[in-house]
Structures are given as C-alpha cells and as structure tokens.
C-alpha cells in the first residue's frame, strides 16, 4: 500500500472539508440538533450534488465509482464538521448493505435513488438484547412476506424513505409509511444523530438479500463510524488547543503548562493512531486483504477507545467551559460516546478478534 494520499484522494479530503465548513458550520449543527430528525432538506441536495451520496457505488447506479480510502476520507471531514442527518445511515450503512447483498435490480430499486440524492434510508439491526451478533436476531418473516418485530435505535428512521431490516432469514426493505410500521424517538446522547424505535406489526417488506455477506457491508460501516471519529477527535484537538493558546492564568497561557501539554500530546498521539488503523482499514477492505476484517475491528476499537479519551483531555483542559452548553466539545464528545458502541465497542472487538486468531490457528493445525 502507498503511506500517503494521492493527489486526487488529498483534493477530496479538502473539498470536502471546505464544503462542510461552509454549507454546514456549527451554528447549522446546532440549529438542526434542535430539530425533531435533525434533518435539513437543503443541505441533503447541496451533499448529493457533490456527489457525496453516491460516493463508492458504481457509476451504472449514478454513483462516483471511488472506493473505500475515499468513503475514509469523507466521513473524516463529515464526522470533523458534526455533520447532521442521515448522511451516514444513508451512503455508508443502507447504501453498503445494498451494494454489498441486492441484485442488480433491486439496486436499481433502492441504490440509485440514494446516489441521485432522492432516498434516505437506514438500517434496522439491534434488538432487545442490544447486541451486534448475527446469531441474537430474532425478527422473522413469515411466508407471506411480512414482519412482526421491534428494532431499537435505528439511525434517521423517520426522515428514511426506507428502512433495509435484517431479519434471521434475510435483509428486507420496508418502504415508508408501511402499514403496521411504527417509530418512535428514543433518548440518545449524540443530539444530531436521531434515534428511533421502529415496530413491525404483518408490515410488508421485500426481501433484497441473505444474512451471508452482510458482515462485509458492516465492515464497511463500521470502517466508516472509525473514520468519522477521527475526523471529531482531531476537531476536538484542534478546539482544546486554540483555547490552550488563549486562556491565560497567572498572566501565562495555559498552553506553556506542562500538564496542559502533556494532555494536548496525548490527544494528538491517540488522534493520529486511530487515523492510521482507520486508513488502512480502509484499504484493506478495498483491496481484499487477509487481515481485512481483523483490521477493521483494529481501527473501531481503538477509535472506541480513543475518541473518549481525546473527549475526556479536551473538556479536562477547558476546565469549567467544557461543561457548558455554549462549548462546542461536549457535541463532540456526545457524538464519541454514542459511536463508541455503534457496530461494537471495544470489547466487542477485543473479542472479534481473538475469535479470528483462534479459527486462523485451528485451521493451521487442521492443515499441518
């Protein structure tokens, strides 16, 4: 693999971070987190006429053809400007699962409306258990083509056009407004990612795909969450050292203190790691690399882990002002907490990844 960007990959990465700081500053983020769906159909066009929603899908369904480096890239500078909205459930969650287990013709159906910017759409996994294991999926469809279940905290669910349901015999789309389809808000801690309860009473959907090549698109979504807390880690460095840089006490800036330093050190050391475990997981998706799946579990549960820490050192070293709600870190750390479990913590991949060595080892000695 190349150890850098390529001209065209560092072009994007500062488009987009122009784009989001001018279409979408924090006084957007704050208006719209205000918001019942955090939702702004101006600011979804002005995102698809970029060509974002469409970003790693093939060019036949409307997309741009990139690949996963470049998804990385983007959702560091969405994840760096707070982006609200479904921009993540739609392009790097429904959008990967579609790609990844649909036919060609039900990606027609569902994939080319979200790379034109005309579909929003989610996914519905976690159950009552709360976990992110296959083997915990309890909703069924019965013959007739229809689902009776609860999901709980899908992402954006009242502003999807659709919601892609994964279910022990498959992954069904549900359109809007289906009959015996209900949502409900749920309490979350990140203020601009809406969370809902959706319930499925004999509620028709289709079925697109089977359980079989599902890990591999929420591989890539959860290579997209680590990338995207990168990207608020390194905003959040870069808030807490401004300020370190301006606050004064006893006539010297907080910055030339040592604590305050070696806080500001570690943020940066945490920030840049889990950019390059996030990077090369990336890359090692695209290409189709061995330790593909090992490294995307690398890079969620070191960002897990790293985007508290980085949250913790900024709100330490704003003192009392990181409390406040006028402070722009507590969004941050908001949005930190609530991605540290999204698609596992990282104890979940601590685990994931043991499994991995173990299954490797057994079929060495199988082979020996």
Known sequence: MQFGLSESQQMLKDNARKFFAGECPIEEVRWLMET????????????????YTGIIFGEEFGGVG??????????????RALVPGPFFSTVALAGAVIDTIANAENKKKYLVPICAGDARSTVAFV????????????????TNGTLTGEKLFVPDAAVADFILVVARNGIFAVEARAAGMSITPMRGMDLTRKLYGVEFKNTPAQRIGDLSVLPKALDIATMAVASELVGG?????????EYAKMRKQFGKPIGTFQAVQHQCAD?????????SAAYYAAWALEENAPDAVAAVSIAKMYASDAARSVG????????????????DVHLYYR???SSET??????FHRERIARLVIDTDERLAKSA
Not at 318 to 326: C, L, N
Not at 342 to 347: H, L, P, R
């Open 335 to 337: 949005r930190a907490k």
């Open 233 to 241: 880690m390194q905003r959040t460095l870069d808030i807490t050292v």
């Open 312 to 327: 913790n050192h900024g709100i330490q070293v704003h003192g009392g002002m990181g409390f406040t709600w006028e402070n």
């Open 66 to 79: 990139l690949g996963k480096v470049e998804l990385a890239l983007l959702m560091e500078e969405a994840g």
């Open 267 to 275: 943020m940066y050391l945490e920030t840049e790691s889990s950019r």
């Open 342 to 347: 999204t698609f596992g913590d990282s104890t």
């Open 36 to 51: 019942e769906t955090a939702y702004d159909k101006s600011l979804w066009a002005k995102i698809a006429e970029q060509g």
């Open 127 to 142: 159950e009552g258990n709360a976990s992110w294991d296959l083997m915990d999926i309890q909703i069924a469809a019965s």
